[in-house]
Nanobody, 121 residues
Framework: QVQLVESGGGLVQPGGSLRLSCAVS????????MGWYRQAPGKQRELVAVITSGGITNYVDSVKGRFNISRDNAKNTVYLQMNSLKLEDTAVYYC???????????????WGQGTQVTVSS
């Protein structure tokens, strides 16, 4: 059993900051890519940022220069520091982890339950 537990969402004014965290627990052999996705009302879920096990990062263009993804491999945790937040960043943010539960298992993607981020004045 694998669990991803997110925290850190909330209400913030435009220009403000929030830091999301996602802790992965359970039967884990190895975690590969970890990422954050978001889904705004009436829109499809989109990839926001991803980080490999080696620390290579990639971001959707709309958040480059404002968001920073990082991870603590010892804690099986991924973070998303969000600065200079805009109204259009409002969405439910989901954590995703690509991992194996055993040496011989296949890599699978697991999702967190989502955390609401609302940017509003």
């Amino acid at each position: 059993q694998v669990q991803l537990v997110e925290s850190g969402g909330g209400l913030v004014q435009p220009g403000g900051s929030l830091r999301l965290s996602c802790a992965v627990s359970g039967s884990i052999f190895s975690i590969y890519d970890m990422g954050w996705y978001r889904q705004a009302p009436g829109k499809q879920r989109e990839l926001v940022a991803v980080i490999t096990s080696g620390g290579i990062t990639n971001y959707v263009d709309s958040v480059k220069g404002r968001f920073n993804i990082s991870r603590d491999n010892a804690k099986n945790t991924v973070y998303l520091q969000m600065n200079s937040l805009k109204l259009e960043d409002t969405a439910v943010y989901y954590c995703n982890a690509d991992l194996k539960t055993a040496r011989m298992s296949s890599r699978e993607g697991y999702w967190g339950q989502g955390t609401q981020v609302t940017v509003s004045s």
